[in-house]
């Protein structure tokens, strides 16, 4: 099955947000808690330009098999070049960017957040092989909603540690509040991010499984 290049508005946003990776990945490696509050901002308007993107198409009637396979690209790209950055930074100051409960993002959590990716778009390509277009459903942006709210709010408190450590106030009142509310819910949304990413793949596994069953016929 060939797809055709469609160079729709909606395409060329998901095309810009898969450009950016490279510049999300990079900046939190940057000392300081400017290159960290970048980071959010970006991976902000990249995640509004994801929602952006599917409503243009259809509400212009622009909606493509390019683009039902650009933008699950475009959202395995992204969390893979916030989720590995995020892994190697919390593991090497425990103590600045401890994440309550989990301390830091365990190995396993990431194996199963970037692991399910790429199985699902091996998946794809295999269902695309027999002529089927794997778009993402309900639980599928509902797990990506969930991990953008665990990157986001992660990279958001990777920043104010670096802001707030080295200051007199770190010992503050509000400081501590903050620190308790900031870090139970980057502990929360780490927590149902995983749990939706093992869901959402079973999902569609169980939704598509007519190609195993024509697969298994030779069909």
């Avoid at 095309?15 to 510049?23: D, M, Q």
């Avoid at 797990?143 to 080295?166: C, E, M, S, Y």
């Amino acid at each position: 099955m060939k797809i055709r290049l469609e160079w729709t508005l909606p395409n060329i946003l998901t095309l810009g947000r898969i450009a950016i990776t490279p510049v999300v990945a990079f900046l939190p490696f940057i000392a300081g808690y400017w290159p960290k509050l970048l980071t959010f901002v970006v991976f902000i308007l990249a995640a509004v330009s994801d929602v952006i993107d599917g409503r243009l198409a259809r509400r212009r009637n622009q909606v493509s098999d390019l683009g039902k396979t650009l933008d699950p690209l475009a959202d395995k790209l992204l969390l893979l070049a916030t989720v590995v950055p995020i892994y190697v930074i919390a593991q090497t100051r425990h103590d600045l960017y401890d994440i309550p409960v989990w301390r830091s993002i365990p190995m396993w959590v990431c194996a199963t957040l970037v692991g399910r990716e790429f199985a699902m778009t091996a998946f794809r390509w295999w269902a695309q092989r027999r002529g089927v277009v794997i778009a993402a459903q309900g639980p599928g942006k509902l797990k990506t909603v969930t991990q953008n709210i665990f990157v986001g709010g992660t990279i958001l408190w990777f920043a104010f540690r670096d802001a707030w450590h080295p200051l007199a106030l770190y010992q503050s009142a509000f400081w501590q509040s903050w620190k308790g509310f900031h870090g139970a819910f980057v502990s929360v949304s780490l927590a149902i991010a995983a749990v939706l990413t093992v869901y959402s793949f079973g999902v569609y596994l169980y939704r598509y499984r007519r190609l195993w069953v024509t697969a298994g016929n030779g069909e």
